[in-house]
C-alpha cells in the first residue's frame, strides 16, 4: 500500500460557539450570561385560628380606642369651658421662654398638683398621654408643683438658647460674673404621680455660679454646650452624644458629664432631649406589620430582611405612619425577638415586634410610645420571668429617673405583661433544669419592687412577684426552648392570646 492510500481523508471543521463569537467581534469576557432569577420571598400566610386566637386582644384594642375617644371629648369639653386659654396653670418662664405668637406656650409646663380639676389642654405636651388638667385634686404628689417640658422646633430652641446667652451677657457686662437657674435633676426631686402614671419632675432649682470655685467648671461646661447645640440646631443637623464629647474632651473629661449637662440644658430651655437635635446610638429593632417615611424614604418593616429594623434616633423625622397591626409585642432580649422575625410570626398573627435588646434606649421607649399613641393597639410585653425584667418595664412605663422631665414623651401607658410571668412556671410544666434559682440581690430587688406604685396599683401583678420571691425561682424567655426551638412561636404566644393570659 502506498502512503496516499494510506492518508485519511481532510476533517471538516466546525465552527464552535467561540468562533462564531469571535467572528462578531465579541470576546469570551463579554460573552452574556443568563441573568440568575432572584431567590423567591418566604410568604407566611395568615394563620388558620387568627380569628380566634386574637378574639381577646382586638376586644382590648376596642376597649383602648373607646378610652381614648372619651378622653378626646373630655379635652373637648375643658377647651370650650376654659375660653381665656389660661385655666389653672401657673407657667414657669426661664430665661430661654416666651410666647411664639400662635398662643403656643414654649416654658416647661409648672404646674401644681393641688388645682387640677379644670386646665387648659393647649399646655400639655404634644405626646402627653394624659394632660396635667385631667389630674385629679387627690393625688399621692403631695400638693407638689411639677414641671414638663414640651415639644419645641429648632427656631424655638434656638431663640431659648440664644435667651440665655443674652442673660449671661447682661450679668458679666454688670461684673456680677453669671450663674444659671436649673431645674434639679436629683433622686430627691422625682415624683411619681399616679394620675399620670409616670415619673415626673419636681419644681426644685439651683443654681450654677461662675464664680463659685466648685461650680466654675460645670458652669463652663454648660455654657459650652449651649454653645455646640447652637450651631447644631443652626445647620438642622444631628449629632450623637459622642459627636459632642468628641468637640472639647479636655473640657468634659468623660462623656457622662456632657451628657448629663445635655438633660439639664433641655430642662433649662423648656424642650425634650431630642429637640436638642443630639441623639444616642441607635440599638432597637422593629419588625412588623407597620411602614412609614424616614426623612422621605419609604419603608417597609415586613421587607427589611429577617432582622427587621433598626428603630432610628430620629424620631422626630418618621412621618404618615401606616399599619394594620392588631397588638405591638414588645420583647425584652434580641435572641427571642430573631425567632419571632424569622418565624413571620407578625404575619401569622398580624402585630408589630419590638426589642431594645434589654434596658431600652431613648430612641426605642419614643418610638414605641408614638406607635401606640397613633395606632390605638395594646401593648403587650414578654420579658423574662425576673426581677430585672420586670424593671425593665417600668422604664417604659413610667419612665426612668434620669429622663423624669421629658417622661410624656418617652412612656407608654398600660402596658400588658403577656409573659413570661411566675406563674406560667408550674402552667406550662417548666423543667427544673430551666429554671434559676434568685440570688440574695435578686430577692431584695423582687421585695423592693413590691413597695413600687406601679406593681401596687396592679393586684395581678403582685401576686405574680409574691410567687416569684416566695418560689425563689426564677426563669429567661429562652427557657420555652426546652420544649423545641419555635414552641414560643407556635404553641406559648397562641395560647396566651387565645386565652387573654396578660
Known amino acids: 500500500q502506498t502512503t496516499a492510500s494510506l492518508s485519511m ?8 460557539p467561540m ?25 407566611v400566610k395568615l394563620a388558620d385560628d387568627a380569628d380566634e386566637v386574637l378574639a381577646a386582644c382586638r376586644k382590648l384594642r376596642d376597649a383602648l380606642r373607646l378610652k381614648q375617644m372619651k378622653s378626646e371629648q373630655s379635652d373637648d369639653s375643658n377647651s370650650d369651658e376654659d375660653s381665656d386659654g389660661v385655666g389653672q396653670f401657673g407657667i414657669d418662664y426661664d430665661s430661654g421662654d416666651g410666647d411664639d405668637g400662635k398662643g403656643k406656650k414654649k416654658a416647661a409646663v409648672k404646674t ?44 424655638e430652641v434656638i431663640e431659648g438658647i440664644e435667651n440665655v446667652a443674652v442673660a449671661v451677657a447682661h450679668q458679666v457686662m454688670a461684673k456680677q460674673g453669671f450663674q444659671l437657674d436649673i431645674p434639679s435633676r436629683a433622686a430627691s426631686n422625682q415624683i411619681y404621680v399616679p394620675e399620670l402614671d409616670r415619673i415626673v419632675l419636681g419644681d426644685k432649682r439651683g443654681t450654677r455660679s461662675f464664680l463659685n470655685v466648685k461650680e466654675s467648671r460645670k458652669a463652663a461646661v454648660t455654657t459650652r454646650v449651649l454653645q455646640l447645640l447652637h450651631a447644631v440646631l443652626q445647620k438642622r443637623i444631628h449629632i450623637t452624644k459622642r459627636d459632642l464629647f468628641y468637640t472639647d474632651v479636655k473640657l468634659f473629661v468623660d462623656q457622662t458629664e456632657s451628657d448629663g449637662v445635655l438633660d439639664d440644658v433641655a430642662t433649662m430651655i423648656g424642650c425634650t432631649r431630642s429637640n436638642l437635635h443630639v441623639v444616642a446610638s441607635d440599638k432597637g429593632l422593629v419588625v412588623g406589620r407597620i411602614s412609614f417615611f424616614e426623612d422621605g424614604d419609604f419603608i417597609d418593616c415586613t421587607k427589611m430582611g429577617v432582622g427587621g429594623k433598626a428603630i432610628p434616633p430620629y424620631i422626630d423625622k418618621i412621618e404618615n405612619i401606616q399599619s394594620d397591626a392588631e397588638f405591638i409585642l414588645l420583647v425584652e432580649k434580641e435572641a427571642a425577638y430573631m425567632r419571632m422575625a424569622e418565624d413571620r410570626f407578625y404575619q401569622k398573627y398580624p402585630c408589630i415586634v419590638i426589642t431594645a435588646k434589654g434596658q431600652p ?36 412605663m413610667s419612665g426612668s429617673k434620669n429622663m423624669s ?12 405583661w403577656l409573659g413570661l410571668r411566675p406563674s406560667d412556671l408550674n402552667k406550662y410544666d417548666l423543667p427544673e433544669q430551666c429554671r434559676l434559682k434568685m440570688t440574695d440581690s435578686d430577692i431584695k430587688t423582687g421585695k423592693e419592687l413590691l413597695q413600687e406604685a406601679f406593681i401596687m396599683k396592679n393586684p395581678e401583678w403582685m401576686k405574680e412577684l409574691q410567687i416569684m420571691v416566695k418560689t425563689k425561682e426564677k426563669a429567661e424567655i429562652q427557657a420555652l426552648s426546652s420544649f423545641g426551638f419555635q414552641y414560643v412561636t407556635e404553641e406559648y404566644l397562641p395560647r396566651k392570646l387565645r386565652e387573654g393570659d396578660w
Do not use: C
Open 361 to 396: 434606649d431613648v430612641a426605642s421607649r419614643m418610638f414605641l410610645s408614638r406607635i401606640a399613641k397613633e395606632l390605638q393597639i395594646p401593648v403587650l410585653a414578654l420579658v423574662d420571668s425576673d426581677p430585672y425584667g420586670l424593671k425593665i418595664l417600668s422604664v417604659y
Open 9 to 16: 481523508p481532510p476533517r471538516k471543521r466546525t465552527k464552535r
Open 112 to 155: 401644681n398638683v393641688d388645682d387640677m380639676t379644670n386646665g387648659d389642654p393647649l399646655f400639655k405636651a404634644k405626646t402627653q398621654q394624659l394632660s396635667l388638667a385631667e389630674l385629679k385634686t387627690d393625688n399621692s404628689s403631695g400638693g407638689k408643683t411639677i414641671v414638663e417640658v414640651v415639644e419645641m422646633n429648632s427656631t
Open 405 to 416: 422631665y421629658d417622661s410624656a414623651s418617652l412612656t407608654t401607658p398600660d402596658i400588658k
Open 19 to 43: 468562533d462564531s463569537l469571535a467572528t462578531a467581534g465579541i470576546t469570551a469576557a463579554a460573552a452574556p450570561s443568563s441573568p440568575k432569577l432572584p431567590p423567591k420571598r418566604r410568604l
